[in-house]
C-alpha cells in the first residue's frame, strides 16, 4: 500500500471546502498539505517543491476540482512516475488538468531542476514546465487516467474572469487557439445576461486589449500577477453581484439533474474498447480520441506480462484490470478472441488511402530493426513484442511493399466479413482523412466533445523523416 500526501492548492475558490472534503473521502492521503492563497502561480510552485515529503506518491489537487469516484485504489496499484487527469471541465468538456499524480522521485528531480530564465513556458505553466524539464533526464513519460472529477463548475464570477483571461494567454499557439475557439462555439449563445460564459467571453477580449499577442514574458508575468485586481475591477465595472456560498447539497442537486453528463471514471459495466486498425491508420489518435471519450485504452503495450500471455494463447489480459480497451497493431491478429473473451465488446477499424498508409510505414519501420543486441530486460521485451507481432501480422520482419499491400486488403475484407452481421458493434472510421469525433462519439454514445480530434501521427512521421535525412547526409 502506497504512502500518499496530497497538496492541496488553493486561492479562495468558491467550491474548496467542499473540494477538500471530497479529496479527503476519496483519495484518504496520509497528510495534507494546504497551499493557501499563494500566488502567483509560479511561488505557489516554488513552495510546494520545498515540502518535506516522505511518501510515495503526492497528488497536488486544485480546489476547482471536485472528485467524485474513490481514487486511492488505483493510486496504490500505481507505479508510474507521472499521470495526468482528465476531468469534465465546464466550459472545454474533457480535458486533463487540475489533479496531478506523482512519484516522489520526479517530484524531487523537479524541485532540483532549475527554474528557467525568461521562458513563457514556465510563466504560463510553471509546474507542467518543471516537470517536463525534470523527466527528460529520467527518460520517463506521463500517463492518463479518466476520473470522474467535475473542474471549473460552481466557480466564482471573479475567478472565471481571471481563468479566462489567463486560458486567452495560453492559447496564443495555433493549435491551443483551435481548441480554445472550438470550445468557444459550443458554449451558450449570449443572452444580454451575465453567466459564467458572458464572463469568460469579457475576460478573454480584456486579456487581448491589456496584454496584446508578442508581449514579453516579463510583460505577461506581470499582468498575471495583476489578475486579481483587474477581475475585482471589471466585475466591479460591470456591476456583477457575487454567487453565494457553495455547499454539498448545491453539488447534489446538480448531479442528481444531470447524470447524463457522468460515467467517465471507473466503471465495470463499461464495453471493451478495441482498435482493431493496422499501425500508421490513425491507432495514436484514436486512442487519445478515446479517452477524451472517457475510455483509458493502452496502445501497442511492451510489458512483459502482455508479451508473455498474447505469445502463450491468453486472452484475458492483466492489462485489463487498469484499462478499459487496447488499440494498434497488437489487437489485430486476436480481435476475433476479444470478442469471445469480453462479449458486447465495441471494435474500431482504423483505415486510410492505401498508398499514403504504405509510404507512412516506410518511413515508421525506417531504423526500427526487429532484431537488436541489448543488455536492458524492458528493451528485449518490446524486441519480443515486435519479432512476435511483426510475424503474426505481416509475415515478414521488414517493411515488403507487396507483402503489405496483401496484409492491408486481407485485414479489412476479413473484419468487414467478421462484423457483417452486427453492425453495431463496429466502427470504419478514417481518422487520416478527416474524419472524428462526428462518427466515434454516437457510436460509443457519447455526446460530441467540443475540443478538436487529436491528431497524433504527424509529429512522428517528421521525426522519422528528419532522422531519415540525417542519415543520408551522414552517408553521404
Not at 54 to 71: G, H, K, P, Q, S
Not at 184 to 201: L, T
Not at 297 to 316: A, K, R
Not at 347 to 375: E, G, M, Y
Request: hydrophobic share 35%; charged share 30%.
Amino acid at each position: 500500500m502506497a504512502k500518499v500526501d496530497l497538496v492541496f492548492r488553493q486561492v479562495d475558490e468558491r467550491t474548496r471546502d467542499v473540494a477538500l472534503e471530497l479529496a479527503k473521502k476519496h483519495i484518504r492521503p496520509e497528510n495534507i498539505f494546504i497551499m493557501d492563497d499563494v500566488r502567483p502561480f509560479t511561488e505557489c510552485v516554488n513552495q510546494m517543491l520545498q515540502i518535506p515529503h516522505e511518501c510515495d506518491y503526492v497528488v497536488y489537487l486544485d480546489a476547482d476540482c471536485l472528485i467524485l469516484e474513490e481514487m486511492r485504489d488505483f493510486i496504490d496499484q500505481c507505479d508510474a512516475a507521472y499521470v495526468d487527469a482528465y476531468v469534465s471541465d465546464r466550459f472545454r468538456g474533457r480535458i486533463h488538468c487540475g489533479l496531478h499524480i506523482t512519484r516522489i522521485d520526479l517530484v524531487r528531480q523537479m524541485a532540483a531542476t532549475p527554474v528557467p530564465q525568461d521562458d513563457l513556458k514556465y510563466v504560463l505553466r510553471p509546474e507542467s514546465r518543471l516537470r517536463n524539464l525534470a523527466m527528460k533526464p529520467l527518460r520517463l513519460s506521463k500517463q492518463f487516467r479518466n476520473f470522474e472529477i467535475l473542474h471549473d463548475h460552481f466557480q466564482y464570477y471573479r475567478h472565471v474572469f481571471q481563468k479566462y483571461a489567463l486560458r486567452e494567454l495560453r492559447s496564443r499557439t495555433d493549435e491551443q487557439y483551435r481548441r480554445l475557439s472550438m470550445a468557444m462555439k459550443r458554449w451558450p449563445e449570449p443572452n444580454g445576461e451575465h453567466d459564467d460564459y458572458k464572463i469568460a467571453r469579457d475576460a478573454i477580449e480584456f486579456a487581448r486589449k491589456m496584454c496584446p499577442h508578442g508581449s514579453s514574458s516579463a510583460e505577461v508575468h506581470a499582468f498575471i500577477k495583476e489578475l486579481p485586481k483587474h477581475a475585482e475591477a471589471e466585475m466591479a465595472r460591470l456591476g456583477i453581484a457575487e454567487k453565494g456560498e457553495f455547499t454539498m447539497a448545491e453539488l447534489e442537486a446538480w448531479m442528481s439533474r444531470n447524470e447524463h453528463k457522468l460515467g467517465f471514471g471507473s466503471d465495470p459495466d463499461k464495453p471493451k474498447v478495441f482498435g482493431i486498425g493496422l499501425s500508421r491508420t490513425g491507432t495514436r489518435s484514436l486512442t487519445s480520441a478515446l479517452q477524451i471519450l472517457g475510455w483509458d485504452c493502452s496502445h501497442y503495450p511492451i510489458d512483459e506480462d502482455t508479451y508473455t500471455e498474447l505469445s502463450n494463447g491468453q486472452y484475458d489480459l492483466s492489462l485489463f484490470k487498469d484499462y478499459d480497451g487496447l488499440t494498434d497493431i497488437t489487437t489485430v491478429p486476436f480481435y476475433q478472441q476479444f470478442d469471445k473473451q469480453y462479449p458486447g465488446s465495441k471494435f474500431i477499424l482504423t483505415v486510410r488511402d492505401k498508398d499514403s498508409w504504405l509510404r507512412s510505414c516506410q518511413n515508421h519501420w525506417f531504423n526500427r530493426p526487429a532484431f537488436a543486441p541489448t543488455d536492458d530486460p524492458d528493451e528485449e521485451t518490446h524486441l519480443l513484442m515486435r519479432q512476435f507481432l511483426r510475424s503474426a501480422v505481416f509475415g515478414c520482419y521488414t517493411f515488403v511493399p507487396d507483402r503489405f499491400s496483401w496484409v492491408y486488403d486481407r485485414h479489412i475484407a476479413e473484419v468487414k466479413e467478421y462484423f457483417k452481421d452486427r453492425p453495431e458493434d463496429l466502427l470504419i472510421i478514417d481518422v487520416v482523412g478527416g474524419e472524428g469525433f462526428e462518427k466515434l462519439a454516437p457510436f460509443l454514445n457519447r455526446p460530441k466533445p467540443a475540443q478538436p480530434f487529436p491528431h497524433k501521427g504527424a509529429v512522428m512521421t517528421q521525426k522519422v523523416e528528419q532522422a531519415r535525412a540525417e542519415a543520408a547526409v551522414a552517408v553521404a
